[in-house]
Nanobody, 123 residues
Framework: VQLVESGGGLVQAGGSLRLSCAAS????????MGWFRQAPGKEREFVAA????????YYSDSVKGRFTISRDNAKNTGFLQMNGLKPEDTAVYYC?????????????????WGQGTQVTVSS
């Protein structure tokens, strides 16, 4: 399975973006999925995750209430709706599949990382 992110761009503070994560294979629907981000000079950090069937979602404290993760298994695609964007949300955003059974919040549980999509929020 390969993942390709899209939907990033430049937006003003308070604006919205919707990121997509398109998977190439049918195995997408059997795994949890996560979104992570990495800002320049910083480590990659957890943003949000969703279980294989969409029943459970997880968010970092910094995005809770502003971002919404979802998925459409029929279309092999995951989404991250980002509202109320702030300059500190500026980063490259990556999606990945949760192939292991550890914490949803740990990037060590994820593989098949996409190439990333840049999100820039101006003040």
């Amino acid at each position: 399975v390969q993942l390709v992110e899209s939907g990033g761009g430049l937006v003003q503070a308070g604006g919205s973006l919707r990121l997509s994560c398109a998977a190439s294979g049918r195995a997408f629907s059997t795994y949890g999925m996560g979104w992570f981000r990495q800002a320049p000079g910083k480590e990659r950090e957890f943003v949000a995750a969703i279980s294989w069937n969409g029943d459970s979602t997880y968010y970092s404290d910094s995005v809770k209430g502003r971002f919404t993760i979802s998925r459409d298994n029929a279309k092999n695609t995951g989404f991250l709706q980002m509202n109320g964007l702030k300059p500190e949300d500026t980063a490259v955003y990556y999606c990945a599949l949760r192939l292991y059974t550890g914490s949803y919040y740990s990037d060590a549980q994820y593989r098949r990382w996409g190439q990333g999509t840049q999100v820039t929020v101006s003040s």
